[in-house]
């Protein structure tokens, strides 16, 4: 199968959004009038963001989903994306289920396949978004005040609580593990909540790179500081919650210290962490009811800079949690 | 060096045609009024489209002009563009000479760095270009008539040629190669003529894959063929042209086979192809000599299906040029 046998096959749909679609030199989109466009790109290696034998549908999927959470994070509405795709062989059961995992998702939210490139070379998928919200609606990073409350959307630190189980860091109960697997893998875009929180939240960023770090964007952009009760937050892990209602003991597989690592710095959540001002709290209740997205209220934004991590009593803890770098050393 | 000051480093720069550039979860670009968005993406691999040891600043130069030259074909002006970025290491000789290249690239067309991704993994360049033109004034593939002329802008063969010198399938003279290498390493977008194009093109592709399958291109989606006449199609090389002043003999050293092999389907070239009727001859020269880029009159539009390659005295040819395919057995 050629190059654009395979464009054809796996790859084209129609595009009644976009003014022109695949098949040209270029892609042609036209925002509506008086509309920004928002856009995001993120590249996902194998062997760095995805193992070898990940489920190529779920893949598909997570691919398209950590740029759509990028739009969300902006209030953006998805319009199109493009696909770059280096692939080592034309292996059809694979492209087959890849596609469907990344098609579904991308119908879902409207998100039309406009363009891209494929080639061979080592499996490396690059992704760019774009969706579009009316100018100087955006959320951007920059807007927090002191005074606002910081939410995080859904829970937090079962990806990284999957991928320490999947890489033999932890184990794992398999029904605990089930449960927390598919938030690694098959990550879910908060794009209604996004678009819910246009003129509510002062600033938003998504959980990509963990919690404290995203948050730290958002303090960086906007000048301020933050404080943060963080001395029992292992009841924002999905899988706790899980585990109890079951009857397990979370803590006997899963010590505080991980726990409290994978909330707060774990990572590949795409879960957004936004402020808005007291004032907003029905505002920010009534978007999340309205976008079937649960919040929750962590902390608050102070004046003073850097973020201080308290215990119940409210006592600032020490506390060293690197968020992911793709360089760290 | 971590993830985040390698981008301050090396990736930031000012974005004042952007709503917003680096930093945030989105870029955010805003067409003019009654402007449409044209967006390409182009991935490049090491050893697939580039040698390892390739200089770094021709890499940056060549990843963001391949992209150009798809906005060239569509007549639009760039605006701006995304790169990601897999790394093997962060080698900063490399990251200073590549950006240098890449952003010498961008300075030159106004084309600003608005966002993009950085990770570890097997050198991968993935940039996606954002251009702009008035609303229906897009040079698209699909405006061939027949009857109308076609076109290929600069000089074809080059760096196809240049490949195979490199490659050691052809030997030739130091100069010539020095002459010739530029063209696959540090190829020109035409922007300048897209953009003279614009109500005067019928149809324009850019020669990425090769002229027979770029032209190829526009008659598929024009639903017409055409005929050129190919006998000594040599003259478009450029080196064949240099090595005549200089006073060699091309043929000494490049079969007649090679050399309309390079020119018909070298590819690698990024000159443009494209049709406009005859009634527009004057005006196809005016777009020329006001963008200061050489076009050659090749062949003609025609209604029966099919590319015909004609000898001197009018008889089609047999041919089997295959254009590049990343996928072809």
Redo the contacts between chains.
């Keep these: 199968?050629?190059?654009?046998e395979?464009i054809r096959r796996f790859f084209t749909r129609a595009t009644p959004k976009a003014?022109?679609g695949v098949?040209?030199?270029?892609?042609?989109?036209?925002?509506g009038p008086g509309?920004?466009?928002?856009?995001?790109?993120?590249?996902l290696?194998e062997?760095?963001?995805f193992f070898p034998d990940v489920d190529p549908r779920s893949l598909g999927h997570k691919a398209l989903a950590v740029n759509l959470s990028?739009?969300a994070?902006?209030g953006?509405r998805p319009l199109a994306f493009?696909?770059?795709?280096?692939?080592p062989r034309?292996d059809e059961a694979w492209l087959q289920a890849f596609s469907e995992g990344l098609m579904a998702l991308a119908d879902a939210h409207g998100c039309e396949l406009?363009?891209?490139?494929?080639?061979?070379?080592?499996l490396?998928i690059?992704i760019?978004v774009?969706?579009e919200m009316p100018?100087t609606q955006?959320l951007?990073?920059?807007g927090a005040q002191p005074g606002d409350d910081i939410y995080v959307s859904g829970t937090l630190g079962d990806a990284s609580l999957a991928l320490a189980a999947l890489q033999g860091r932890v184990t794992l109960p398999p029904e605990w593990l089930a449960f927390a697997r598919p938030r690694l893998e098959r990550p879910t875009p908060r794009i209604a909540l996004g678009l819910a929180l246009r003129g509510v939240a002062s600033a938003?960023?998504?959980v990509s790179d963990g919690l404290l770090g995203d948050l730290g964007h958002i303090l960086d952009?906007s000048g301020v500081g933050a404080s943060m009760e963080t001395n029992d937050a292992t009841y924002l892990i999905a899988a706790y919650a899980y585990s109890t209602r079951a009857g397990g003991h979370f803590d006997t597989y899963v010590s505080a210290q991980l726990a409290r690592q994978c909330v707060l710095a774990g990572g590949d959540d795409y879960e957004l962490v936004f402020t808005a001002a007291p004032a907003q709290r029905a505002a920010v209740q009534a978007a999340s009811n309205a976008s079937a997205t649960p919040v929750t209220r962590i902390g608050q934004i102070e004046a003073a800079p850097g973020l201080r991590l308290l215990d119940g009593q409210g006592n600032v803890l020490a506390h060293s949690f690197a968020s992911f770098?793709?360089?760290?050393a």
Aim: proline share 3%; hydrophobic share 45%; net charge negative.
């Design positions: 199968m050629g190059e654009f395979l003014v022109l098949g040209d030199d270029c892609a042609i989109l036209q925002p509309m920004q466009m928002a856009i995001s790109t993120d590249m290696v062997g760095r963001h990028d739009l994070a902006c953006a493009t696909l770059a795709l280096a692939l034309v406009i363009g891209g490139d494929t080639t061979r070379g080592p490396t690059c760019t774009f969706g100018a955006a951007l990073r920059s938003a960023a998504d952009r770098d793709h360089f760290a």
